[in-house]
């Protein structure tokens, strides 16, 4: 947990956007490949690869604020 303590919000934030939503036109990569993975064509390994690529600084940045969030009330 101390990896999520030592990157800063800005750059967390900074690191989400860009790479969740890179390449910006026609189409974010992350929106691309979730809508594939619920219509069930999410098939390839470079989609799958794609999709952890792309999600992974999001779900870092959710798993950051819920840490801050807990050690605020606690």
Not at 52 to 68: E, F, N, S
């Amino acid at each position: 947990m101390k990896l999520l303590d030592s990157i800063d919000w800005t750059t967390a934030i900074i690191v989400a956007l860009l790479l969740g939503l890179a390449p910006f036109f026609p189409e974010p990569h992350l929106w691309e490949k979730l809508r594939m993975l619920f219509a069930g064509e999410l098939q390839r390994a470079l989609d799958w690869f794609d999709l952890l690529m792309h999600g992974a600084p999001l779900v870092l940045l959710v798993l950051k604020a819920a840490r801050d969030l807990r050690a605020r009330k606690g």
